[in-house]
């Protein structure tokens, strides 16, 4: 259940009562599901996709009351239309027997009337209304695009009654992409924008030709995975609150729009995103290796982040929490990869005198995304049990500009392997692990590195997929609309290409991966649908190789259950325990 909170003094008072959930499925993975306006709350509730209203200001919130009523509706980037007594989202409405239809909506706030504002593209993003109600930025994109390849900056003007008048566009094409439009105090239009070979802060100039504010080698913009995403807000006119990623570490700073001079504000904080700003302070979450993400305020004058809100206390013991270290090593093509490494760290290690640990090399999804430097309590179960983690930024990942994760592109399964490969080998040859006991987890995509590797390569000795692809003809021909493209830019078009997908596809060669693997499933799963691991395992059976696998009924594509999340890392570590023969209670 995700839970919508407010903070009147110092405690966070819950606003949405049991058994309602703040969760949107547009997309599948959702964001931006709710919108406030002087105190009334406008939500996507999970069960149903439905909006309801609720208003904040009570002490003690009543129940929410409905607000659309259309079956097959889903809404997400909710913004509101003060002017029109409405509100204007991105809709996704079922169809049956064909792909849902995306549209940007207009939704009124007394009947819950939903009227199309603007179709015809596959997706929307990111639409916002400037201070007058007149203009509405938003993103577009159509297949085969994902948003962060290539994607659309439109600006409409609208009329009295909120009918489009006029669509210009501003910036972005096949090989550009746009992230966040935002307007400033006095309402020009910002947006960000990769064109430079990094993604970098524009203003569109008043001849509508762009600038860009300040021409550094640095990331300000983050993969459009889910909706309601911001890496910067307005503290005033001149001045913005912005977070920038440079190798695998996010960093907090202001923007001075009319010199371009960026200053750095120096914060323990590695992890950062979800900038807003309201009557001069910057609102931000904010982790780093010893804190899990919480609420941080920055003030303009005094420069100081001050903490907000924490979730929850302290969970791990400052002694007892590995901090990570940046390393690159060298991998195919003369090419350079980046990874983040965790050595064990255990006030109960009990290694023996001058044994080396035993390797982790995590995988993480997307492929199009990257590590994350907040607290993360799953690789700190690890070393808190002796084994070294190495976290993967490998070929694709974001936050090493256009080219770096553009290399990604027609080498899926191939290069994100040679990079985990190569990480791995470099460490056991440094001598900072015991190459002998090197295993290979991760999710998603990372699940379908983990199965490339284990089949194509010999370095590793063992491996767990979550919820992984194994077959890339079956992903190519199932799988949900946002991403039903996706796999053209990774791998190649489809059918076309398809002895490709095949060679790629770790369920072909199942033959050559004889090392154990253990598989964990949500049976819900529309992402990657449970048969991609069903099929695997039975084919590794087959082969008397060890396979376990684990389903979890009631879980979708990521588990959210505490219960499945500590079933399943407790059962990998039996698992691991047993393949390396470490002691240990199972």
Not at 460 to 478: I, K, M, N
Request: proline share 6%.
């Amino acid at each position: 259940m995700t839970l919508l909170c407010k903070r009147p003094r110092t405690l966070a008072q819950e606003i949405v009562p049991a058994p309602f959930s703040v969760r949107s499925r547009v997309h599948e993975y959702g964001g931006g599901a709710f919108a406030v306006e002087n105190g009334i709350v406008i939500f996507a509730n999970d069960s149903d996709q439905r909006l309801y209203c609720i208003d904040a200001r009570d002490s003690v919130p009543g129940q929410p009351q409905v607000l659309t009523a259309e079956p097959g509706m889903r809404f997400a980037d909710l913004q509101f239309d003060g002017g029109r007594r409405s509100l204007i989202a991105v809709a996704e409405r079922a169809r049956e027997g064909q792909e849902p239809e995306n549209f940007i909506a207009s939704i009124d706030l007394a009947s819950g009337e939903v009227r199309p504002l603007v179709r015809g593209a596959d997706f929307y993003a990111f639409p916002r209304l400037d201070a007058t109600g007149r203009r509405l930025a938003f993103l577009s994109w159509k297949h085969p695009c994902m948003p962060w390849d290539a994607c659309e900056l439109q600006l409409a003007t609208l009329d009295d009654a909120g009918a489009i008048t006029s669509l210009e566009k501003v910036a972005g094409g096949p090989h550009e992409s746009i992230f966040q439009p935002a307007w400033s105090p006095a309402g020009r239009l910002h947006f960000v924008s990769d064109r430079a070979g990094f993604s970098q802060i524009y203003r569109q100039s008043d001849d509508g030709g762009s600038t860009c504010l300040c021409a550094v080698e640095a990331e300000f913009s983050t993969p459009l995975w889910v909706f309601g995403l911001s890496t910067y807000a307005f503290l005033n006119e001149g001045t913005i609150a912005c977070v920038f990623q440079q190798s695998g570490f996010w960093h907090l700073a202001t923007l001075h729009g009319s010199t371009g001079e960026l200053r750095r504000i120096d914060t323990r904080l590695t992890e950062l995103g979800y900038v807003q700003a309201r009557a001069g302070r910057a609102y931000f979450v904010g982790g780093s290796p010893s804190e899990e993400p919480a609420i941080h305020q920055l003030d303009a004058s005094s420069r100081e982040p001050t903490l907000v809100h924490r979730p929850s206390s302290a969970l791990v013991a400052i002694e007892a929490i590995a901090q990570p270290q940046t390393v690159d090593f060298p991998t195919t093509a003369g090419a350079t990869a980046h990874g983040l490494l965790y050595l064990p760290a255990s006030p109960t290690d009990e290694s023996l005198p001058g044994e080396k640990p035993p390797l982790l090399v995590i995988c993480h999804g997307g492929p199009t995304g990257s590590t994350s430097t907040a607290l993360n309590l799953t690789i700190q179960f690890w070393t808190s049990r002796g084994f070294a983690v190495l976290d993967v930024n490998y070929r694709g990942s974001t936050g090493y500009g256009r080219a770096y994760r553009k290399a990604l592109d027609g080498q899926w399964g191939v290069a994100d392997v040679e990079d985990c490969v190569a990480g791995a080998r470099a460490l056991a040859e440094r001598g900072i692990v015991d190459g002998a006991r090197m295993a290979i987890r991760g999710s998603s995509a990372g699940g379908f590195t983990v199965l490339c590797a284990l089949a194509f390569h010999d370095v590793f000795a063992a491996g767990a997929s979550y919820y992984g692809v194994s077959d890339l003809e079956a992903l190519a021909r199932d799988t949900h609309k946002f991403e039903s493209h996706y796999l053209e830019s990774l791998i190649g078009p489809y059918p076309e290409q398809s002895e490709r997908y095949r060679a790629r596809s770790p369920i072909r060669v199942a033959e050559k991966l004889s090392c154990p693997v253990i598989f964990f499933q949500g049976l819900q799963d529309r992402v990657v649908p449970p048969d991609q691991a069903e099929r695997m395992v039975a084919a590794l059976h087959r082969r008397n190789v060890e396979a376990p696998l684990i389903v979890f009924p009631d879980e979708q594509h990521g588990f959210r259950r505490k219960e499945t999340v500590v079933r399943a890392i407790e059962a990998e570590l039996v698992f691991y325990r047993r393949v390396f023969a470490i002691p240990g209670a199972d």
